[in-house]
């Protein structure tokens, strides 16, 4: 069965999961979703609620479904999982998640060899490199969301410091999505102006001190959120359409999503966040992204990092 780049299935529907198919389908990105989850009256409600929307969006088909429905579905969206607890760091979800996607994996592959995997489940650069190993599928048809939220809490961080519309600073997080993250400020700008020189034209001088302090806001983010609500899923949701967006129109947009790395930096064997061009194949390259020598110490620390977990989890 030829897979339909209009449909698409999410597997999950707790807060991210329902968070990000109403976020597609007020986008209007696909004509067709259909929703899975272990529980399929949850499932079934949240079609339902967010079905009840479409007389104010676009015309689509919104559904609960079974792993068969995936036949045809050109992407598959991950975002089952145990939540991420207070005081629990999205690392220590590993070996929950792990033996989830062992039970989501191959009944995938059993219905649909051709389409795009995104991982959105956390820890995500762990989960990209499992649903890669136990798929089979290519490594540029696995991909998870990364640090796309990351870099866009970075931008708007920075363009609430700055007084500046967010959409024109261009900055990224890369690495893990988590805590050996890294803020790229090396490349960092406003609309071509380096980060540092922006600064001073609006009067702040002492780089390291605010530096510092919006990397590790933005680190903490989804640590203060899930303090105050219980869990993150609004940004999330966002950030996964914008996914969706860039391969589903062939955008070539450059994202920082989490791919599977070999031989680039001197990483090699390990899914992490580096600025790619996304597009209907996925991941079409890596850019040439620079970095400074100690942003690169850091990048070999983040992978580092996930390589221990995932030699402690067995993957």
């Not at 559904?63 to 991950?78: Q, S």
């Not at 540092?196 to 806001?217: L, P, S």
């Not at 129109?249 to 031989?263: A, F, H, M, Q, T």
Request: one cysteine or more; proline letters at 3%; a negative charge.
């Amino acid at each position: 069965m030829a897979i339909d780049f209009r449909k698409a299935a999410m597997i999950g529907c707790g807060f991210v999961g329902s968070a990000s198919v109403y976020s597609l389908m007020q986008g209007a990105v696909f004509s067709e979703i259909v929703l899975i989850d272990a529980n399929k009256d949850k499932a079934e409600g949240e079609a339902l609620d967010i079905s009840h929307g479409l007389p104010f969006a676009k015309p689509m088909k919104i559904y609960a479904g079974d792993y068969p429905d995936l036949a045809d579905a050109g992407l598959i969206i991950i975002s089952a999982g145990a939540a991420q607890k207070p005081g629990e760091t999205r690392l220590d979800l590993v070996k929950k998640n792990t033996a989830i996607f062992k039970s989501i994996i191959p009944e995938i592959v059993k219905y649909n060899k051709d389409a795009i995997l995104l991982v959105v489940a956390n820890p995500v650069d762990i989960l990209t490199q499992v649903a890669l190993k136990l798929s089979g599928y290519p490594k540029n048809r696995v991909l998870g969301s990364g640090t796309t939220l990351d870099s866009a809490r970075f931008k708007y961080l920075l363009g609430q410091h700055l007084g500046v519309d967010a959409r024109s600073v261009h900055a990224f997080i890369i690495g893990e999505h988590g805590d050996s993250e890294i803020a790229a400020w090396s490349s960092a700008n406003v609309s071509g102006v380096p980060i540092h020189k922006f600064c001073e034209m609006r009067g702040y001088t002492d780089h390291d001190a605010e530096t510092t302090r919006i990397a590790e806001e933005v680190k903490n983010s989804a640590y203060e959120i899930i303090k105050k609500k219980g869990a993150t899923y609004y940004g999330i949701g966002m950030s996964v359409r914008r996914i969706c967006e860039a391969i589903v129109r062939d955008e070539k947009s450059i994202l920082p999503v989490s791919s599977y790395i070999e031989g680039k930096y001197g990483i090699d064997g390990v899914c992490l966040s580096m600025p790619a061009i996304v597009g209907a194949d996925g991941i079409d390259t890596l850019i040439p992204y620079e970095l400074s020598e100690d942003e690169l110490k850091e990048l070999h620390k983040s992978a580092d990092t996930l390589k221990s977990v995932l030699k402690d989890a067995g993957v």
